[in-house]
């Protein structure tokens, strides 16, 4: 199965700065088939991305995701105070499908 | 608007059995494969299996084959996750969600999860 690290394990920032959060596959994610979520605390998680880069309904446009391979990228551009949460990546492009251990992204 | 709304907060004793619901709505139920997720306390994703409610067609993770049964009833679109068996181990928040493709896919929407706590 593919393993799917993330890192920084936690992003310490403030409102208005740039988040770089990153997920890395043990293997080649096929077709660039990695998601994006995020979740809030006491929610459930909400698809950001898909396809490695195309936004999903709905999502804001200061974020976006990029990469192929084995090394994928989700950017939040300019944080909002809504933005602070924990994110995950999916791969999806093998079978079973496995998720990231999650980037926690808090105000500094 | 498509919505997954799961059944009510459960607290169990270990040994017993349960099974929580799924029901899909504002979208052909039938054509759009099921997924079910946990995330255990203070954790991360797992996902746990599959079911494609047109012909039931059901996948399992393999660290979940044989833990729990995936069912669907289309008559009144909804997907069940069940155990015959609870342990304290099986606390969680389990949470359904639809795939955005067929088999392997992104998942979107989700539905609102369902806590489930086993305690003696």
């Known amino acids: 199965e593919i393993v799917l690290t993330q890192s920084p394990g936690t992003l310490s920032l403030s409102p208005g700065e740039r988040a770089t959060l990153s997920c890395r596959a043990s293997q080649s994610v096929s077709s660039s088939y990695l998601a994006w979520y995020q979740q809030k605390p006491g929610q459930a998680p909400r698809l950001l991305i898909y396809g490695a880069s195309s936004r999903a309904t709905g999502i804001p446009d200061r974020f976006s995701g990029s990469g192929s391979g084995t090394d994928f990228t989700l950017t939040i551009s300019r944080l909002e105070p809504e933005d602070f949460a924990v994110y995950y990546c999916?791969?999806?492009?093998?079978?079973?499908?496995?998720f990231g251990q999650g980037t926690k992204v808090e105000i500094k | 608007e498509v919505q997954l709304v799961q059944s009510g907060a459960e607290v169990k004793k270990p040994g017993e059995s349960l099974k929580i619901s799924c029901k899909g709505s504002g979208y052909s139920f039938t054509s759009y494969w099921i997924g079910w997720v946990r995330q255990m306390p203070g954790k991360g994703l797992e996902w746990m299996g599959i079911?494609?409610?047109?012909?039931?067609?059901?996948r399992y993770s393999p660290s979940f084959q044989g833990q729990v049964t995936i069912s669907a009833d289309k008559s009144i679109s909804t997907a069940y996750l069940q155990w015959s068996s609870l342990k304290a181990s099986d606390t969680a928040m389990y949470y359904c969600?639809?795939?955005?493709?067929?088999?392997?896919?992104?998942?979107?929407?989700w539905g609102q999860g369902t806590l489930v706590t086993v305690s003696s």
């Open positions: 969600a639809r795939l955005g493709q067929p088999l392997l896919g992104w998942f979107d929407p």
């Open positions: 079911i494609y409610p047109g012909d039931s067609d059901t």
């Open positions: 999916q791969q999806y492009g093998s079978s079973p499908t496995t």
